[in-house]
């Protein structure tokens, strides 16, 4: 998959380093589940037994690059792969040397066109913590709307955010 300024491929044993940077950054872990570090071996482990077979892992994980440069920038997931229903959830990361150029959108807009596309998908949701602005205005760029809110959602050390889920219709 390929945009202007963006291809999205899988994951390479040359990702290993990036990946394990991110995967680590304590700050990114308040948006996602990750509660513990992951080690340079699991995530060695995943790269090297990567199966693209969304109908069978039921979940897709691509790494965002630049083209010019094939320097990588982020990664973007489909999870809960529904396909009975033809739905799936969609998550995305992208470093933060490189937030603000509107490469979230870039790459959600791509993967949607996959999932429509190639999956035959109806429809993409995404979970988004009501104080993650930069993350909303991405999805909202991307013709998602916000379908309902989930209350204290997400435990942020002592106290609890909201949380919106988002869809956007294939």
């Known amino acids: 998959m390929e945009t202007e300024r ?29 509660i513990a570090p992951y080690s340079r ?16 892992t039921r979940q897709l994980r691509l790494m965002i690059e630049l ?17 009975i229903n033809r739905r799936t959830m969609i998550g995305y990361l992208i470093d933060r040397d490189f937030r603000g150029s509107g490469y979230a959108s870039e790459a ?5 066109g996959y999932c429509s596309e190639r999956l035959g998908l109806h429809q993409l949701g995404a979970v ?8 909303r205005r991405s999805l909202e760029k991307s013709s998602f709307k916000t379908a309902g809110r989930l209350r204290s959602w997400l ?5 609890y955010v909201d949380a919106l889920i988002y869809q956007r219709m294939l």
């Open 6 to 34: 963006l291809r999205l491929r899988a994951p390479e044993p040359y990702d290993i380093d990036i990946l394990f940077k991110w995967e680590n950054d304590v700050a990114l872990w308040r948006e996602g589940l990750t």
């Open 41 to 56: 071996q699991a995530i060695e482990n995943y790269v090297m037994n990567y199966d693209p077979d969304i109908f069978a």
């Open 67 to 83: 083209k010019d440069n094939c320097r990588q920038i982020g990664t973007i997931d489909l999870y809960d792969f529904d396909p």
């Open 108 to 112: 959600i807009d791509a993967v949607a």
């Open 128 to 135: 988004v913590a009501v104080d993650n602005l930069s993350s």
């Open 155 to 159: 435990a942020r050390g002592g106290h």
